[in-house]
T-cell receptor, first 115, second 114 residues
Framework: AQSVSQHNHHVILSEAASLELGCNYS??????LFWYVQYPGQHLQLLLKYFSGDPLVKGIKGFEAEFIKSKFSFNLRKPSVQWSDTAEYFC?????????????FGTGTRLLVSP | ETGVTQTPRHLVMGMTNKKSLKCEQHLGHNAMYWYKQSAKKPLELMFV???????ENNSVPSRFSPECPNSSHLFLHLHTLQPEDSALYLC?????????????FGNGTRLTVT
């Protein structure tokens, strides 16, 4: 079945460490790609998105993600994490073959940043 | 503030009860969605409405009945639920249903079915 895979369910880092969260999808056609974040006690919110153009996209709070089409991947990165980055991160893919919004989410990665 | 408001925040109901979840958005969006978030599972799309018309029913059991009276309001009517329906139910909206417009989520309703 077509899906979105996030390989790390839990990640624990110290402040200032570098972060990379993996995301792979199995859709073969054109896709729009998203990372959403959910801070403790808050709603899901958009972190960054990729539709077309430069495969390296920058989002809020110093996050970036790289779309590698050949690898069907859209990994999230941040060079130096902060305690306030503690949250759950969700990769989401919208297959464009239907022409409308049908986001498919990964299972999420819980990131804990220790001060 | 998300711009998408869901009530109630928490709901406990028996299997024979009838209850409704409410979602309201004042973002001027035309598309609204219900998602189900269960532990250790991906968010599952349940229903999509575009300009008040249901455009997607993702094989959801009939004990879940959505209603969209206008572009700003979305309801999820619940009846004769099962314990496995316990989950966080998220409402979202987007400018339109084309895949370029990001979703704006509410805080969710935590539902427990006893």
């Amino acid at each position: 079945a077509q899906s979105v895979s996030q390989h790390n369910h839990h990640v624990i880092l110290s402040e200032a460490a570098s972060l990379e969260l993996g995301c792979n999808y199995s859709y073969g056609g054109t896709v729009n790609l998203f990372w959403y974040v959910q801070y403790p006690g808050q709603h899901l919110q958009l972190l960054l998105k990729y539709f077309s153009g430069d495969p390296l996209v920058k989002g809020i709070k110093g996050f970036e993600a790289e779309f590698i089409k050949s690898k069907f991947s859209f990994n999230l990165r941040k060079p130096s994490v902060q305690w306030s980055d503690t949250a759950e991160y969700f990769c989401a893919v919208n297959p464009m073959n239907t022409g409308f919004q049908k986001l498919v989410f990964g299972t999420g990665t819980r990131l804990l940043v220790s001060p | 503030e998300t711009g998408v408001t869901q009530t109630p925040r928490h709901l406990v109901m028996g299997m024979t009860n009838k209850k409704s979840l409410k979602c309201e958005q004042h973002l001027g969006h035309n598309a609204m969605y219900w998602y189900k978030q269960s532990a250790k599972k991906p968010l599952e799309l349940m229903f999509v409405y575009n300009f008040k018309e249901q455009t997607e029913n993702n094989s959801v059991p009939s004990r879940f009945s959505p209603e969209c009276p206008n572009s700003s309001h979305l309801f999820l009517h619940l009846h004769t639920l099962q314990p496995e329906d316990s989950a966080l139910y998220l409402c979202a909206s987007s400018l339109d249903r084309v895949g370029n417009s990001p979703l704006h989520f509410g805080n969710g309703t935590r539902l427990t079915v006893t």
